[in-house]
């Protein structure tokens, strides 16, 4: 079965960086795009980067951009999101997420995502 598994996450302080990864399972990873969410305390799940399949464009929140990177290594059925300049915001659980059938417009929607992992914490103290 699919399984979608995060790693890198917990707690640095503000200015710091993680790199997270979301190593998958049990699918072609080149065929799916794969995108990251977080989710704080009280909050709904956002939308933090995505990358596509085959042509590895990616697309980050305005909250993000300029500060965190995504990549994929598709030998390795993994992706990355390395965090920089981390802020005390950034704060909240992160997801890696899989689908293969996203389009352009669609691919910042929680609900367009079929797989998910089961979430990583990212703490950042100010």
């Known amino acids: 079965q699919v399984q979608l598994v995060e790693s890198g996450g917990g707690m640095v302080p503000a200015g710091g960086s993680l790199r997270l990864s979301c190593k998958a399972s049990?699918?072609?990873?080149?065929?799916?795009?794969v995108g990251w969410f977080r989710q704080a305390p009280g909050s709904e799940r956002e939308f933090v980067a995505a990358i596509k399949r085959y042509s590895s464009s990616t697309y980050y929140s305005n909250s993000v951009k300029g500060r965190f990177t995504m990549s994929r290594d598709n030998a390795k059925s993994t992706a990355y999101l390395q965090m920089n300049d981390l802020k005390a915001e950034d704060t909240a659980v992160y997801y890696c997420a899989a689908d293969q059938n996203l389009i352009t417009s669609s691919i910042g929607m929680v609900s367009q995502y079929d797989y998910w992992g089961q979430g990583i914490q990212v703490t950042v103290s100010s």
């Open positions: 049990g699918l072609t990873f080149n065929t799916y795009t």
